[in-house]
């Protein structure tokens, strides 16, 4: 049974119920039988994984990044977090997209705990993305917080619904990079950025 909703309601979040309904409703698309055995739980356990795959949508990079420490001892060079991996998903299929991240910034007087930076990735990354926007969006959240010189960060990730599917290319990995301040400005300090967070290993 589909959800109904009219215009005014789009926003109503559906009952735990209804969601458990829905993946029903898909499996009995793909011809299974949903009384059998195996699939009782099935629905249930579905939503409850979807709930831990998406609950970056419950945390707020904002307050994360908030608590910085500003007594950084006139360190003035860039700091770099290599090889955060994490699981995201397609906003276009929900399929599964693990990735690498790398994310740099250069501080001006704030640095965050660096456990922070590995977090902002998780609290995008755990949400239907587009790995573009998944991009921006770690980097501004530090860029804002912080107010730092500039911030770099360049993922690489695969894409379950096309190393599975559709093209059908299983070693095929998207790479996307997003620099603000002098990362942005700079071409030497963007290069330099760019050589020091790629010189990771590569994922997979
Ligand atoms: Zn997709």
């Given at each position: ?61 904002s ?12 360190y ?7 090889n ?82 559709g ?6 990995h998207?790479?996307?990079q ?27």
């Open positions: 049974m589909l959800v109904k909703m009219n215009k005014k309601d789009i926003n109503a979040r559906p009952t735990r119920e209804e969601a458990e309904e829905s993946v029903r409703t898909l499996l009995a698309y793909l011809g299974e039988d949903v009384t059998r055995p195996g699939l009782i739980e099935t629905p249930a356990r579905v939503v409850r994984a979807w709930e831990e795959w998406c609950d970056g949508y419950k945390e707020d990079a307050e994360l990044v908030g608590k910085f420490f500003d007594d950084i001892q006139g003035d060079q860039p700091v770099i977090m290599r955060i991996d994490f699981v995201s998903h397609c906003e276009h299929h929900m399929a599964s997209m693990p990735g690498t991240a790398h994310v740099a910034y250069w501080p001006d007087k704030k640095v965050v705990g660096i456990s922070k930076l590995a977090r902002v990735v998780d609290v995008f990354a755990k949400r239907l993305q587009s790995q573009e926007t998944m991009t921006k969006q770690i980097a501004e959240a530090l860029h804002n917080g912080l107010s730092p010189k500039g911030v770099a960060v360049i993922i690489e990730a695969e894409h379950a619904c096309m190393t599975t599917r093209a059908n290319k299983p070693d095929a998207l790479v996307t997003f620099f603000t301040g002098c990362f942005k400005t700079d071409l030497q300090a963007q290069e330099r950025i760019t050589a020091l967070l790629s010189g990771a290993h590569r994922h997979k």
